[in-house]
């Protein structure tokens, strides 16, 4: 059984930066697409970035291009993503997500519980 296990989100600045975490068991990362999605109040999940199982080249939403970065540690089975100049229009709950083949907001098959990211101005 894959889990899935976030944290690190809370409140910012903009301007800011923060770094989640995505703690994944039952499975090795390096059998996994791992990515992260985000919902804002009022609006529809949306891919945030995503690596492959080969994490040789990272997917980001041109939303967050040049200010995230997603990475990931073998030893730790954890995928991170750093979020910088961070934006309010980035509040919203993070998600991670993890699939075998690719993850999407409609296909994933394993999707941890969400930490709340709030970005003041």
């Known amino acids: 059984q894959v889990e899935l296990v976030e944290s690190g989100g809370g409140s910012v600045q903009a301007g800011g930066s923060l770094r989640l975490s995505c703690h994944v068991s039952?499975?090795?990362?390096?059998?996994?697409?791992v990515g992260w999605f985000r919902q804002a109040p009022g609006k529809e999940r949306e891919f945030v970035a995503a690596l492959d199982r080969f994490a040789i080249s990272p997917t980001y939403a041109e939303a967050v291009k040049g200010r995230f970065d997603i990475s990931r540690d073998i030893d730790k089975n954890t995928v991170y993503l750093q979020m910088n100049s961070l934006k309010p229009e980035d509040t919203a709950t993070y998600y991670c997500?993890?699939?075998?083949?690719?993850?999407?907001?409609?296909?994933?098959?394993?999707w941890g519980q969400g930490t709340q990211v709030s970005v003041s101005t």
């Open positions: 997500a993890a699939d075998l083949r690719w993850v999407t907001t409609s296909s994933s098959d394993h």
């Open positions: 039952g499975r090795d990362i390096t059998m996994l697409a």
